[in-house]
């Protein structure tokens, strides 16, 4: 049977009495929250700022996945696709930036892109702060520091940012993929490799999409590969990797004109152009040699066919210095760590680099920037051990450490790129090879591909 309502009316009407009291109480501490919300943020600490805030970056909006609004590929010449203006995120609102204005980049610096392993991009611009840019992956300036070309969607579309305009364009959707792609000299043209279901990859086919007409022309079907300009911008040496360990090497003209092949069946090669575009000189190995550990030394002219220069005997890698005038190269090691030599063009003067026992060519923190400087001198090299060490290859001193923990490559003659990890993020200063390291800025991430040109266009991207 059920209790009487005369017996319980009693604690009923207690237990009410407990629930407005209760109701009331919570009022209370909701409105003192509130007005403590408000109070306002705690005054910035004084001196160098301090560990940026543990806190996510907010979405770009602005820069979100424009997947659903791709057009179709196309392989007819189009004009650019889709252009937006993009607004920046303000400076109030950079993520894990301190609680005071973070300094300026120096005047002297010209445009630095960097992607974080987060495919966030962020603009490093001289005499301005660092600020978030857009998102996307393999950041490339143009020469003039004008356009900043990308990819997105994993990557089949290749996109430009324009910097005096704050827009962004879809500039090629790839089929399915775009593998490579190189400015010219002048900026007014982008190079682009890509492949298809049923051709070779990467070698695929190789597109030139004028811009900022975006006029889009095929220079080469299946055999394109990646393009490497001549300094002029007159011509293309094309490096063709197949699936299988094969490689070949042509060149042809900016327009697509007098394609021809140069080597073919190769296993791998390195090659640099002559600074004043009258050809490249290439290290190559061939399939089946009966000397596989060697190099062969190529002059490779621009018109004529390539003439062998030397050939380097039991070399395993080899990187050009900037102009092809000399190269570094390491030998094939047989239980001690071997040093680098350092040779001509030729092959001849050859010469151990003093103390680089156990140095590796190609160890630099991320890709984009070179290891050896614009001028020849200086090469950044990584040990073993993953310490950086800087090579004068002018004096042929015993290298140098660097006392950074990172290093990323060149941005000028005077100048590289180190780096300094701070827990999930990364202090950046640009470094003298004598001299001193300023800091740039303290990024939320760890970098992943780099880009630089020596000026940046007037007008460039106000930000907020």
Request: hydrophobic residues 40%.
């Amino acid at each position: 049977m059920g209790i009487s309502p005369l017996l319980d009316a009693a604690p009923s009407r207690q237990r009410i009495c407990q629930s407005l009291l209760t109701i009331c109480l919570c009022l209370a501490l909701l409105l003192l929250h509130t007005h403590c919300g408000h109070a306002g943020p705690s005054p910035p600490a004084t001196g160098a700022p301090g560990p940026p805030a543990s806190r996510s970056p907010p979405p770009l909006t602005a820069t979100s996945s424009p997947s659903a609004s791709v057009p179709a590929p196309s392989i007819s010449p189009t004009a650019l696709q889709q252009a937006t203006a993009i607004p920046l995120p303000s400076r109030t609102a950079v993520p894990g930036a301190a609680t005071v204005e973070p300094p300026c980049a120096p005047a002297d610096l010209g445009c630095l892109a960097v992607q974080l392993t987060t495919d966030d991009m962020w603009l490093l611009r001289g005499g301005d702060v660092p600020r978030p840019l857009t998102q996307g992956r393999w950041p490339l300036w143009s020469p003039d520091g004008r356009f900043l070309a990308f990819v997105r969607a994993f990557p089949t579309e290749v996109w430009i940012r324009n910097l005096c305009q704050s827009t962004e364009t879809l500039l090629y959707v790839g089929r399915p993929l775009v593998y490579d792609m190189a400015w010219s000299p002048d900026g007014t043209m982008l190079a682009l490799t890509n492949g298809a279901e049923a051709k070779y990859v990467p070698t695929g086919d190789l597109w030139r999409v004028d811009v900022p007409q975006g006029t889009v022309t095929q220079l080469a079907e299946e055999h394109g590969g990646s393009p490497h300009f001549s300094p002029d911008g007159r011509w293309i040496a094309l490096v063709r990797t197949y699936w299988s360990p094969r490689v070949s090497l042509a060149i042809m003209r900016s327009d697509g004109a007098e394609h021809r092949l140069l080597f073919d069946d190769l296993l791998s090669q390195s090659l640099a152009w002559a600074a004043d575009s009258s050809g490249f000189a290439v290290a190559l190995m061939r399939l089946g040699a009966s000397a596989p550990s060697d190099r062969e030394l190529w002059w490779v002219p621009v018109s004529g066919e390539p003439l062998p220069l030397g050939t380097l005997v039991g070399a395993s890698d080899v990187l050009w210095q900037p102009g092809a005038q000399r190269l570094l190269y390491t030998l094939l090691g047989e239980g001690e760590p071997a040093p680098l030599h350092l040779a001509q063009r030729d092959g001849s003067g050859d010469v151990i680099v003093p103390g680089s026992q156990g140095l590796i060519l190609r160890g630099l923190y991320a890709s984009g920037l070179p290891a050896w400087s614009p001028d020849g001198r200086w090469f950044l090299a990584a040990g073993l051990s993953g310490h950086f060490h800087l090579l004068d290859l002018q004096g042929l001193g015993p290298p140098r450490p660097i006392e950074m923990e990172l290093a990323y490559g060149w941005l000028d003659a005077g100048h590289y790129l180190a780096g300094q990890r701070q827990g999930e993020r990364v202090d950046l200063y640009r470094c003298q090879p004598l001299g001193a390291c300023q800091f740039l800025a303290r990024l939320p991430g760890s970098v992943e591909a780099l880009s630089y040109a020596g000026q940046c266009a007037e007008g460039t991207d106000p930000g907020g």
